[in-house]
């Protein structure tokens, strides 16, 4: 008896299809590509229960005639392509053929299509189910195609197990639709979901209308032209819009590459605009960027991925690196017209047009602070320091211990720099003097509380040994312990003036799903308007303006990662909402501290056992012992 066999056709294509179709927006992606294909300037697309129950999009292209209707779903029936050779220069988005019959054999598909210049004037209408076609008739229709899938993975049980929550899959046809609309703009789209009108897209000839149509007004006008000032590479051109310095978002929504007019999604060209906007933003946040790359066939790949997400360049690094040359470009010339534009309207008052001096340029790649540090506080970063004599690292072993936390992750608490405001008043600079017993075992003994260094830093004297503490960084680690330990639930504060917060649709969807979640941290929140949530109670000690940033950092969190596991994701989602609850709660670089203030942080920190590196990976204290100090005045 053989042990290999032929499976049967109609399984062969269900095994198949999982390699096409993974989700609801992965089978609109197909229909969208077709219908833009077929040269449709008016596309309609709607979505009940987010793309499980039906996908329906109605478009006013060609059309097909009977006899091609009955083909397109049978496996590799394509009009794109007739060889191997014509796939690496072919410029429509399908060529496969395999979109169709994959579709067809995990779902119920109706289509309804009418050729143009077709001389009877009807049309065909057939339903396929599990790849076979089980009705066909002849009717009256517009001229174009009409193509529902109902019932996804209705053949495939556990494949339907496997499909997200409702708000994951909707974020996800949102995506692609926004996709499509900011490559076509001359194309018609409209989105309803649940019988709902979501996106009305008429044509346009510039691309921040068509911005402004998806999105809004404030996110159009903050974009900024992006194009190769001179055509170096003569198989590669780019244009588009990007942010500029003073806008950004939570999340990396709104960056959109194409290559060749088709959507990507690759990692290292978004590694290479975010480095472009390095030190312009602050930790944390993304721009705004659609970027439309123009490659020779030669140069590029686009039969890689079984969904045609993914490209591959054949010189990855110069396209990279021409992203990252072509943003820092361009802020730095928005930069320089901002600040010539200012100089104008300052001088044309005050002095005559023969005293005008024209701005000299600058970079816009200092490092982002929230405020403007003075001269003699405030080192370039390229500015050579010298290492000192002191070996830090082998006093406390903190180099061990950071070595393992990603760059980024260190770079999370930059934006703690403020303006001064006391803490407490700084009542006194006697010395504090203590006791404190290391939870490790280890006797800290005739503790003495020096002072504050910098407004940043905490000086303790123990014995022979100099401590110096990072204020925020410590209180960050304390707090976020105390958030640990009452993780179910926490009494929030009223606000006496409730915070109304404008959210995108994405937000308003997750955050309908992490409401209770919410709550038990303390947040109540209600919803306002169609896009508006009103913040009502706080977690103590965080401060009102500081609300907006929380929420909106969480939903941006949960909409990344709730396609982990599920207790995962949670435990995941309690860890960034504590830590980062911690890092607005706690005082700041620049806060004055009263000394016993100083005093309770320090025994609150030597109580908790992680006390030696804050929640974001940077360290919370040096040590420098007697002997080096001496060493360093030449005493030894």
Not at 85 to 103: C, H, N, P
Not at 269 to 280: E, F, I, M, P, R
Not at 451 to 480: C, W
Not at 496 to 517: A, G, K, N, S
Request: proline share 5%.
């Amino acid at each position: 008896m053989n042990i290999i066999k032929v499976l049967p056709p109609h399984e062969a294509q269900k095994i198949a299809a999982g390699e096409v179709i993974e989700r609801p927006a992965h089978i609109l992606k197909e229909l969208l590509e077709n219908s833009i294909d077929a040269g449709a300037s008016q596309i309609s697309i709607w979505i009940e229960q987010a793309g499980k129950q039906l996908i329906r999009v109605v478009d006013n292209g060609c059309g097909m005639s009977i006899d091609d209707a009955r083909i397109c779903f049978l496996p590799h029936a394509t009009s794109k392509v007739s060889s191997l050779d014509e796939v690496y220069a072919v410029k429509s988005y399908g060529f496969r053929g395999e979109a169709l019959a994959s579709i067809s054999a995990v779902s119920k598909v109706t289509l309804i299509t009418r050729l143009r210049n077709d001389a009877s004037g009807l049309g065909s209408r057939l339903e396929y189910q599990q790849g076979a076609i089980v009705t066909q008739e002849a009717i009256a229709c517009p001229v174009g195609t009409d193509l529902a899938v109902a019932d996804l993975f209705y053949t495939i049980p556990v494949r339907k197990k496997f499909l997200k929550a409702d708000s994951t899959e909707w974020n996800q046809i949102q995506a692609i639709v926004q996709a499509f609309c900011l490559s076509h703009t001359s194309v018609h789209f409209k989105l309803f979901h649940d019988e709902k009108l979501i996106i009305n897209a008429p044509p346009v000839t510039m691309l921040k209308d068509r911005v402004m149509q998806i999105w809004d007004y404030d996110l159009a006008q903050h974009l900024i032209p992006f194009e190769h000032a001179e055509k170096m590479l003569p198989w590669l051109n780019y244009s588009g819009l990007i942010s500029g310095h003073q806008f950004w978002r939570y999340g990396r929504t709104h960056i959109f590459f194409f290559v060749n007019g088709r959507w990507i999604k690759n990692q290292e060209l978004s590694k290479a605009l975010l480095k472009g906007y390095l030190n312009v933003l602050p930790p944390g946040k993304f721009p705004a960027a659609f970027i439309f790359l123009q490659v020779d066939s030669d140069q590029v790949d686009i039969n890689v991925h079984p969904k045609k997400e993914e490209v591959r360049f054949i010189k990855p690094a110069t396209v990279e690196m021409q992203i990252f040359n072509g943003v820092k470009a361009t802020l730095e010339q928005r930069l320089n017209q901002m600040l010539e534009s200012k100089s104008e309207l300052r001088t044309s008052s005050s002095l005559p047009p023969t005293s005008r001096q024209s701005v000299e340029p600058v970079s816009s790649f200092e490092p982002f602070t929230l405020q403007k540090e003075s001269s003699e506080n405030r080192l370039p970063p390229h500015m050579n320091v010298p290492k000192p004599a002191v070996d830090w690292d082998s006093l406390l072993n903190i180099s061990a211990i950071t070595s393992q936390i990603p760059a980024q992750e260190m770079q999370q608490c930059a934006y703690e720099q403020q303006p001064e405001k006391p803490v407490v008043q700084e009542s006194q600079e006697k010395l504090f003097s203590f006791d404190l017993e290391d939870d490790l075992g280890e006797v800290v003994s005739s503790f003495s509380i020096i002072g504050q260094l910098f407004k940043t830093y905490i000086l303790i004297q123990s014995n022979d040994q100099l401590i110096i503490i990072d204020q925020h960084a410590a209180h960050e680690r304390v707090l976020y312990e105390k958030f640990l330990k009452n993780f179910q639930h926490k009494e929030g504060t009223a606000l006496l003036f409730p915070e109304v917060v404008q959210v995108t649709q994405e937000q308003m969807i997750t955050l309908h799903t992490v409401i209770d979640f919410f709550q038990e941290q303390g947040i109540m929140l209600e919803q306002f308007g169609a896009l508006e949530i009103v913040i009502k109670t706080s977690p103590p000690l965080i401060a009102q303006h500081d609300l907006k940033d929380l929420l909106c950092e969480v939903l941006e969190f949960v909409r990344e990662h709730e396609t982990i596991d599920r207790d995962l994701f949670r435990k995941k989602l309690n860890e960034f909402t504590h830590s980062h609850m911690a890092c607005k709660a706690a005082v700041r670089a620049g806060d004055v501290l009263e000394p016993i203030f100083m005093h309770q942080l320090v025994s609150d920190l030597m109580a908790v056992q992680n006390r030696f590196i804050c929640v974001h990976g940077r360290p919370t204290m040096w040590t420098l012992g007697k002997s080096a100090i001496e060493k360093n005045f030449r005493r030894r």
